[in-house]
């Protein structure tokens, strides 16, 4: 499989696409200097005891109290072959007041304040380091048994004490002992730094942050799976280019910095590719189309025989198009990063052995995902239930917002995704030839741009020598905005545009 990994920073943001055969099939994106607060950890106080669930609200210095229960932990040992455990992280001791750290394990999401632990979890290349957690796991995709023999006897020599655990990764086959050794020190230093800071540090204060979007996917990423890491921004790339020459597991020549004078995202068809993600309707290559509907509890999707009429009978069409479906909305849960339950309704099939067939082909589509999923078998009603482990926020989180006209009903497109869109547009305009631009978009927006210096890097970098000039209207949409090139030495624009910084 053709694998391609694209990185990009523009309008505060922080965004990764991967291409597999130049199909979409992953998209994040985050705020820069800010990120997913997943992985962090937080010095908090107790602010309320749920001793009927053995579970207590914390203040963190997060917008929302986050809820601690004994039953979440960063790290999902299911997903790891390893000795078999008992947790208990005392939480029938905490009193209101107390002190703890605690990891984030699952963003805030809607009135929800994050969930988070007191077992806590660092993860590096080979090695997820648990400095108060007695497991020793392997992950379950090294199969080879005497590697795995040799990888946990290496892991528990590792151990300073019983209450310590360690996680083997996927990545550590390729690793030396004294490199396991190596990072094993560091993320243990690195734990004791954080204990010594909590000491006196406020309540509320943020003691260790995960790494930023890209260096994540590069230090989880294996480089003979990728043909081209492709960088849209000059310092992220010199950034990347510093962590692959540190790990050493990802050719340089594979790292490639983007220099065209247009947006990278768009010259790749990966922004067309993410417009089509947050709709409602996906298409099938067959005629057929799902259609996706994502609520608080759950997502369902509904599968269509659409335009297919097959060349047999109902029932070989009605199987082809769920068999397709079953592809297709394996990819797109990954995509859109959907966790949670969800239910897909197929077209009814009489045949048992084409119901199986369709439960099998989810599987082991699903398989291929990082999260992990859970299928039930499919019903008499041909309903099939699944779930997916929730990792970071979901793709619609990122790209659009509640619609202000319908009081949250419908939704449009978040700022960011406009703001790429406007900034696309301007690449092209000045590629294009042109040395001036007359941007007419909605007052709001303009504000925006103004007010949080959206454009700044362009504008001291590729756009030094260009005028952009802004006029507001306030009846446009947020999402609309036009785009006029302009090489006349005297520029004809209304009195109320204002000249970009």
Not at 73 to 88: A, H
Request: hydrophobic content about 35%.
């Amino acid at each position: 499989m053709k694998k391609e990994c694209f990185f990009d920073r523009y309008c505060g943001q922080q965004f990764y696409a991967l291409l597999e055969d130049g199909i979409l099939t992953e998209f994040s994106a985050e705020k820069e200097n800010a990120g997913t607060p997943v992985g962090n950890i937080y010095k908090g106080r107790v602010v309320n005891v749920l001793s009927g669930m053995n579970a207590a609200f914390v203040y963190c210095g997060l917008e929302k109290n986050c809820y601690l229960s004994m039953d979440e932990f960063y790290t999902d040992y299911s997903k790891y072959d390893g000795t078999v455990i008992e947790i208990n992280n005392g939480l029938h001791n905490l009193e209101i007041g107390d002190e703890v750290l605690v990891q984030v394990t699952k963003p805030a999401r809607g009135n929800k304040g994050a969930k988070v632990t007191t077992m806590h979890s660092l993860v590096g290349k080979n090695l997820i380091y648990l400095p108060n957690t007695g497991f020793l796991g392997i992950s379950k995709k090294i199969t080879d048994e005497a590697e795995r023999e040799k990888l946990l006897k290496t892991a528990e020599k590792l151990r300073d004490r019983q209450n310590e655990g360690f996680v083997v990764r996927t990545h550590a086959t390729l690793a030396t002992p004294k490199q396991l050794k190596k990072e094993s020190e560091y993320l243990k230093t690195l734990y004791l730094d954080m204990l010594k800071r909590a000491e006196t540090a406020p309540v509320g204060t943020l003691l260790y942050r995960d790494d930023d979007l890209p260096a994540r996917i590069i230090r989880d990423s294996f480089g003979e799976d990728l043909i081209a890491i492709r960088v849209g921004d000059e310092e992220l790339y010199n950034k990347l280019l510093n962590l692959v020459r540190l790990q050493r597991d990802i050719p340089e020549r594979k790292l490639i910095f983007h220099k065209s004078e247009r947006a990278m995202f768009r010259e790749f068809g990966i922004s067309q590719k993410l417009y089509e993600a947050v709709g409602a309707t996906v298409p099938l290559d067959n005629g057929g189309y799902i259609v996706i509907d994502q609520t608080e509890a759950m997502t369902v999707v509904d599968v269509n025989t659409g335009s297919y009429v097959g060349d047999t009978n109902h029932e070989e069409t009605v199987f082809t198009v769920n068999l397709a479906a079953a592809k297709e909305i394996a990819r797109q849960v990954r995509l859109r990063n959907i966790g949670g339950i969800v239910v897909v309704d197929f077209i009814d099939m009489l045949d048992e052995s084409h119901k199986s067939k369709i439960t099998e082909v989810l599987r082991e589509f699903l398989s291929k995902d990082k999260a992990k999923c859970n299928v039930l078998e499919m019903s008499e009603l041909c309903l099939t239930q699944f779930t997916r482990k929730r990792i970071g926020n979901e793709v619609n989180e990122y790209l659009l917002k509640p619609c202000a006209h319908c009081k949250g009903n419908g939704h449009v497109h978040e700022d960011v995704f406009t703001l790429a869109r406007l900034r696309a547009d301007l690449l092209d305009c000045f590629a294009n030839g042109f040395n001036s631009a007359i941007v007419e978009l909605n007052e709001s927006i303009m504000r925006k741009i103004l007010t949080e210096n959206i454009f700044t890097r362009e504008v001291n970098g590729r756009w030094k020598d260009k005028r952009v000039y802004l006029v507001p209207h306030r009846t446009y949409r947020e999402d609309y905005f036009s785009v006029r090139g302009d090489n006349s030495e005297v520029l004809n624009v209304p009195d109320n545009a204002k000249m970009l910084y």
